[in-house]
């Protein structure tokens, strides 16, 4: 099946430093990936829609200029936590659609990267 | 904005019952999804459901899904230690070409062996 891949899995980074997390896909390409953010014993909440060679949708309330998004190429998108605040602690999980399967509904998840800001 | 709404249940059960969640949503929705997340973890995609579906089964799991009460429910049959997890549903509005998902709150199963 297909394989999305998270690194890295867990950073602890200090306040005001800022923080990448990469998302690839491992065995298909993906025009569109998406970044969610999970608090602890919540749901998970769409950050972002990251698309290869243009900018990212973001979502209402997420600050763009902090959370900056670069889907680089067919396999790989990053999330990268400028100037990180300790409220910016989370689980933060990407996903990834088959760009072979157009309409495809599923999205392939990856196992999460959590983030620690001290 | 969030969709999937999970009833706030924590389940907790004896191995070999059966566990059901149900899942409420507010808009349109071009297909349903269910995940499964162990503590932790990132999401394992358990089963679809097609808005002009009702019924769908994979191994020991049934999803039913009744558009008019824009509702679903996800059924665990002869359930194992191994379903212990968080399950949440998920919407999936179709735009500008992509199923975007809203995520219900989820619902907590533990299985006891």
């Known amino acids: 099946g297909a394989v999305v891949s998270q690194h890295p899995s867990r950073v602890i980074c200090k306040s005001g430093t800022s923080v990448k997390i990469e998302c690839r896909s491992l065995?298909?390409?993906?025009?569109?990936m998406f970044w969610y953010r999970q608090f602890p014993k919540q749901s998970l909440m769409l950050m972002a829609t990251?698309?290869?060679?243009?900018?990212?949708?973001?979502e209402q309330g997420v600050e763009k200029d902090k959370f900056l998004i670069n889907h680089a190429s067919l396999t790989l998108s990053t999330l990268t936590v400028t100037s990180a605040h300790p409220e910016d602690s989370s689980f933060y999980i990407c996903?990834?659609?088959?760009?072979?399967?157009?309409?495809?509904?599923?999205?392939?998840f990856g196992p999460g990267t959590r983030l620690l800001v001290l | 904005s969030q969709q999937g709404e999970e009833d706030p249940q924590a389940l907790s059960i004896q191995e070999g019952e059966n566990a059901t969640m149900n899942c409420s949503y507010k808009?349109?929705?071009?297909?349903l999804q269910w995940y499964r997340q162990n503590s932790g973890r990132g999401l394992v995609h358990l089963i679809l459901?097609?808005?002009?579906?009702r019924e769908k089964h994979s191994g020991r799991l049934r999803v039913t899904l009744d558009t008019s009460k824009k509702s679903s429910s996800l059924l665990i049959t002869a359930s194992r230690a191994a379903d212990t997890a968080s399950y949440f549903c998920?919407?999936?509005?179709?735009?500008?070409?992509?199923?975007?998902?809203?995520f219900g709150k989820g619902n907590q199963v533990v299985v006891i062996p």
């Open positions: 996903s990834a659609r088959d760009m072979a399967g157009w309409g495809q509904e599923t999205q392939y």
């Open positions: 065995d298909f390409q993906a025009t569109t």
């Open positions: 990251s698309n290869e060679g243009s900018k990212a949708t973001y």
């Open positions: 808009t349109s929705i071009n297909n």
């Open positions: 459901i097609r808005s002009n579906e």
């Open positions: 998920a919407t999936a509005v179709l735009l500008w070409g992509n199923n975007r998902l809203a």
